[in-house]
């Protein structure tokens, strides 16, 4: 294995973390985001408000995008596992 495949190797985990995390980790801030609106409106603050909401939001998107995220990963393993014997020389 060169260099340069395993840094793309590299990138290509980083983009596949990214594509993987990301509607968990955007739901999580737009309710976030949300909630402190509320907060700031009606002077709650209690700073354990944020959590149930918060994780419900992440546990939807869990159930909406799953079968995407999990699609994502089967290719990029499945992938990965084909590349293997050329990996190793």
Known sequence: MDVDYAVQVGREALFV???VSAPMLG???LVGILVS???ATTQIQEQTLVFIPKILAVF???VIFGSTMLN?????T???FNNLPSMIK
Do not use: E, N, P, R
Request: proline share 0%; aromatic share 10%.
């Open 17 to 19: 973390v990214m594509l």
């Open 78 to 80: 499945s992938q990965l």
């Open 27 to 29: 739901l999580g801030m």
């Open 37 to 39: 609106v509320f907060q």
């Open 60 to 62: 939807v998107g869990i």
């Open 72 to 76: 994502i990963l089967i290719a990029f």
